[in-house]
């Protein structure tokens, strides 16, 4: 069975440093792995996902994430944090010979310090 | 604009009483979903339907009801059986039902009940 983690439930960082919001997932087969964003009383946007090409997917707004098998993590980053990405971050884990369940998690809330 | 639309963005229940979510796409897409959103749980899955006239519980489904008529549609009733309703609902769609699709999201619903 699938399972996801977001180790954090709140980063906070300055504006200009790096950011990192970290995923663990567990999956039987082979995982499709995404990150959303979300605004404050919004709904969900895609920011990035995985589904079994290039481990380093690049996705919206400069954020980018790895895909690391032996670690069973796909964490997201971004080089410089802006005001703007002040939001709230779901990592969503899925099998994908398995169409029936797709898992999120319970969400990492990112503060921008100016 | 391609998109999902919900209607209303705020709705207040008295409690006893049904209410009905609205949700419409017209992305063309087959697959649809109802998610509800607590603070600190992620979204948990209410409902989903993979084409017209038919549809699956998903996780949380008591209290709960839905109809596809219409591939553009996909209504959420709260019935009074729903014990403590006041969440923010979101609903989505994907292009089909296999879980490697991104899901679009609407921008949301926030019930409260009085």
């Known amino acids: 069975a699938q399972s996801v983690t977001q180790l954090d439930s709140h980063v906070s960082v300055s504006e200009g440093t790096p950011v990192l919001l970290r995923c663990n997932y567990s999956s039987s087969y082979s995982p499709s792995l995404f990150w959303y964003v979300q605004h404050p009383n919004k709904g969900l946007q895609l920011l990035l996902k995985?589904?079994?090409?290039?481990?380093l997917v690049k996705g919206i707004n400069g954020f980018e994430a790895e895909f690391k098998k032996s670690e069973t993590s796909f964490h997201l980053t971004k080089p410089s944090a802006h005001m703007s990405d002040a939001a709230e971050y779901f990592c969503v884990v899925s099998d994908r010979w398995r169409d029936d369940k797709i898992i999120f998690g319970k969400g990492t809330r990112l503060h921008i310090l100016p | 604009d391609g998109g999902i639309t919900q209607s209303p963005k705020y709705l207040f229940r008295k409690e006893g009483q049904n209410v009905t979510l609205s949700c419409e796409q017209n992305l063309n897409h087959d697959a649809m979903y109802w998610y509800r959103q607590d603070p600190g749980q992620g979204l948990r899955l209410i409902y989903y339907s993979q084409i017209v006239n038919d549809f699956q519980k998903g996780d949380i489904a008591e209290g709960y009801s839905v109809s596809r008529e219409k591939k553009e549609s996909f209504p959420l009733t709260v019935t009074s059986a729903q014990k403590n309703p006041t969440a923010f609902y979101l609903c989505a769609s994907s292009i089909g039902a296999s879980v490697g699709n991104e899901q679009f999201f609407g921008p949301g619903t926030r019930l409260t009940v009085l």
């Open positions: 995985y589904t079994s090409a290039a481990t």
